[in-house]
């Protein structure tokens, strides 16, 4: 089991900057690749990105590529999501994930966090 605890939300204007952090415990971090997704009311659960679990490879939509950077520390059980220039479309609560690959859809990962709301609004 890997438990997965998501921070760093809240209300950001538009142009501004959050960075989410995914704290894990249980299982050995390192052994897992994350991934990173977010659900707004009424759509369904999307992908935002992904990083492999050594972190050497990273992946992301196209709708969040250049404004939005994934890393970890191992070291730290932790993972990360830097969102820059945020958007009021990107209004939505965020999900961070564990599994044994990079997959873009939900249905590959057994791991969840609690997710947390992000709010692009002036």
């Known amino acids: 089991q890997v438990q997965l605890v998501e921070s760093g939300g809240g209300l950001v204007q538009p142009g501004g900057s959050l960075r989410l952090s995914c704290a894990a415990s249980?299982?050995?971090?390192?052994?897992?690749?994350m991934g990173w997704f977010r659900q707004a009311p009424g759509k369904e659960r999307e992908f935002v990105g992904g990083i492999s679990a050594s972190g050497g490879g990273t992946y992301y939509a196209d709708s969040v590529k250049g404004r939005f950077t994934i890393s970890r520390d191992n070291a730290k059980n932790t993972g990360y999501l830097q969102m820059n220039s945020l958007k009021p479309e990107d209004t939505a609560i965020y999900y961070c994930a564990a599994s044994n690959y990079v997959y873009r859809s939900p249905s590959g990962y057994p791991y969840w966090g609690q997710g947390i709301q992000v709010t692009v609004s002036s």
């Open positions: 249980g299982r050995t971090f390192s052994n897992y690749n």
